[in-house]
C-alpha cells in the first residue's frame, strides 16, 4: 500500500465530539456570555454573566466527578487525546483557579470599568484550552489548544488597556509568549521528522522500536513475520526537537533560565488573571510535558541526557527562584519567583518519570508511573489551592503590590490576614507545617525522588525550600507586627461598611477562600483522599 | 537531487530561525520584533515541507496549513496589543518599556 | 539546472532574512519579509507542494504582512532604530553566542543527515503522478479525518483571536463606551 492510498483508504475510527462534551460545555459558556452581552444593557450584563461563567464552570467541574471520558488505555477523536489523571483531577485542579478568577472578576469589572463580555468569554475559552491542553494526545493540536489559553490569557492579562503597567504586561508576555511557541513549531517540526508522526501514543511506539517502522507485521502460512525496522531514529533530530520543544515549555512554565519575564507580568498584570497564570496554565503546560516526556523515555538513548538537562533546569529554578525572591519588596513579584521555585520542584517530578521506564518493567512500571503521576498532581492541586488563596485574599487588599500593605494586617482585617499565613505556612511546606498540602505534597514528590535514587537532587530541594522560609514567613510576622505609624497604614478594600449580600459574587469569593483554606488542612491531613478520588475517577470503582 | 534539497533546506530553516532569534535579541522597535517571530515561525514551516518531502509524508502540508492559521491569529491579537500599547505609550520601542522593575 | 535553481533560491532567501535583521528601516524590513516568504513558496514548489505554496502567498504575503504594513503606517512608525546593533554589548555576546548555536546545529544535522532519499519520496511522488488525484483531495481528505481535532479546535482558535484582538483595539470613551465612529488617531 502506498502512502496515497493510505489516505485515502483512511477509515476515521473515533470521531466521537461527545467525549469531549462535558468541556464543550466551557465553549457554549463563552459564546453565552458574548450573546447575552449583545442582547442587554451594560449593567444587566455586568449582573448575569459571571453568574453565566460559573454556571459553566461549576456543571464541568460537576462532570468530572462522574467516568465519562474513556480510560486512560484508549485515545479519542482519532487519537488527538488521551486522558489519564490529568483529564480528570488535573482539569478539576485547573477550573479551580479558574473559577475563583470568575468570582473575583465582577469587583474589578466594576471598578476599572473594563468590557464584562469579552472578559468572562474569554476567560472561558481559556479555561477551555488548559483543560484540553492537559489532556492532548497529538502534538498540533496541543499547540492549537496552548495558543487558544494562551491568546486568551495575554488579552486578560492586558484588559485594562488604560493601564500602562498592565498594557506592558501584557506586551511582555505576549512577544515572550509567541517567541516561546516558535520554539515549541520547530521541536515538534524536528519531533515530526524523526520519527514522522505528531501522535504521542505512535510516537511512543516508534521510540520503543528505536525507529520508523514501515512494513506491517505479516501472518504468511501460520508464520508471523516480525515487522522490519527500516529507518532507524537520528538521535539528532530528536535531541534537537526535544530541545527546542522543552525550551518553550519552560518559558510557559517560567523554569529559570527563562523565567525573565515572569515577574514583571505578574506585577503589571491584574489579579485574578495572574492567579490562573500562576496556577492553571503552569498545571496544563506540565501536564502536555509530562505526555510528551513520557512517549519519548521508552528510548533508553534518550534518558540519561535528558535527566541532566532537566535536572539542570531544576536546580536553578529552585536556586534562582527562592535566592531572588528574598530581596522583593513587592508581593506579586514575590510569588513570581516563588512560582518560578515551584516550578522547580515540579521538574523534580518530571525527572523521576523520565527516568522509570530504564528501571522497571511491566506490572510495576504501570504502577510506579501512577503513583508518581499521582504525587506530581497532588503537587499541583497543593500548589494551585495555596496559591488561589494567596493571590485572593490579596486582590482584598488595596494597594495590593507592596509589601508594607501588609503591615498589621491582623489587627485590621484579622480573616484575611489567617487566610494568608496559612497559605504562607503552606507554601513553606517544609519542617514546622506538617499538616499542610503545601508539605504534603512536597513529601509525597521527594519521597518518590528518593525511592528511585535522586538524592542529591531532593536534597537540595529541601535545602531550597528552607531559603524559601525565610520571605514567606517574614510576611507573616510583618503582618502580625503592630503598626508603628498609622499613617504609613494602607486602607483595606475588602473593609466596607456595606452589608455583605448572600449571594453576591463578594460573598463567593469569601466562601472559596474559606474553603481553599480548609482543603489545605484536610489534604494535608489525608493525602491518600485525594489520590484514592483520582484513582476512583479514572480507572473506575472497581480496581 | 533530492537529498542535497533536504539537507540545505534544514540548515536554510535553522538559519532563518537564528535570523529570527537574533531579530528578536536586537531589535529595538516591537513591530520589528515580532516580525523576527514570523520569520522563525517560517522557519518551522520551512522544516515540516522538507521533512514531509523527504520521507514522502503528506501530513507534513497539513501541519503547516494549521500552523499558518495559528501564526495569523497571532498576528491578529499581536499587533491589536501593539496599537493598545502604541495608545497608552506613544511609542513602540521596547528598550524604553522600564515601568516594570523590581 | 534544478539544482542551480534552487541554490539561487538559497541565496536569495539568505540575502532577504539578513535583510530583516539588518535594516533599520521598520517598513524595508517588513519589504525583505515578504521576500522570505515568497522565495519559500518557491521552495515549496520545488518540493511539490503546490498547495502549501499557494497557501503561503496568500495567508503570509497577502493576509499578514498586509496586516503588519497596515499597522507600521497607522502608528506612523517612521523613525528607525537608533543605535545601530553592534554598538550594544550585551547584544552582541547574545548575538555571538546564537550564531555559534547555528553553526553547531548546521554542522550536526550535515554529519547526522541519513543519507539517500527515503523510497518513499520517490514512490509517492511517482504515485501523484500516476493516479492523478490532485494534491488538495489528499489534503483535505486528510484534514477531516485524521486531524480532525486541530482543523474544529482551530476554529476556536480564530474565534478568540477575533475577541481578543477586538477587545484590544478598540477604543473607548470615559464612560467605557466603545467609540464606533473614529474622527482620528491622534
Known sequence: MNPIENIQAYVPTSIHFSDLLQFAILLLGGIACLVFDAVSTKEVSRKYLPMIAAGALVMTMASCFFNILPPPTETFIEGAFRSDEFGQLGALVILFAFLMMTTIMPSLVKKRNLPAAEVYSLTLFAAFGAVLLAIANELLTAFIVLEIMSLSLYVLIGIDRKNAKSTEACFKYFILGAFASAFLVLGIAFLFGATHTTFLTEMAEVFKAGGVVVTEAVVENGVTIEPAVVQALNPMYVFLGFGLLFVGMCFKLTAAPFHMYA?????????????????????????????????????????????????FVAIVSMVWGNVAALVQVNFKRMMAYSSIAHTGYMLVGAMVYIALPNMLEGEKLEMAMIAVRQAILLYLAGYTVTSVLSFGTASYIDGEDHMDAYRGLIFRKPAAAIGMAIAMFSLVGIGFTPPTIGFMGKFYLFKEAIQYGFVALAVIAVLASAVSAWYYLSLVVKMFMREVDDTQAVRLAGTRKESVKLFSFDSMTRIILFASSILIFILGVFPTMFISLGESLVYGFTR | MGESIFEANLILSLFLFTVGILGVMWKRNAISLFMSVELMLNAANLAFVTFAFQHGIIDGGILVLFIMTVAAAEAGVGLAIFIALFRVRRHLRVDEHDMLHG | MALVIYYVLFGITVLFALGVLFNRNTVRSAICLVGVMAALAVNYLIMRQEFVAFIQIVVYTGAIMVLFLFVIMLLNLREPEVMPWYLRKARFWGGALSLVFFFTLALAVQVWTV?????????????????????????????????????????????????????????????????????EVS
Open chain 3, 115 to 183: 543519507s539517500g532519499v527515503t523510497p518513499g519520496a520517490i514512490e509517492n511522488e511517482a504515485f501523484i503522478k500516476e493516479s492523478g488525484t490532485p494534491e488538495v483531495i489528499l489534503l483535505s481528505t486528510l484534514m477531516i479525518t485524521k486531524y480532525v481535532a486541530p482543523f474544529i479546535l482551530t476554529s476556536i482558535l480564530l474565534l478568540v483571536a477575533v475577541i481578543g484582538a477586538i477587545v484590544m483595539a478598540k477604543r473607548y470613551d470615559e464612560d467605557g463606551q466603545e467609540i464606533i465612529s473614529e474622527e
Open chain 1, 263 to 311: 515577574p514583571d507580568v505578574y506585577e503589571g498584570g491584574n489579579t485574578p488573571t495572574v492567579m490562573v497564570v500562576a496556577t492553571s496554565s503552569k498545571v496544563a503546560a506540565f501536564a502536555f510535558l509530562l505526555h510528551v516526556l513520557e512517549a519519548m523515555s521508552h528510548w533508553p538513548v534518550f534518558t540519561q541526557p535528558v535527566i541532566f538537562v532537566v535536572g
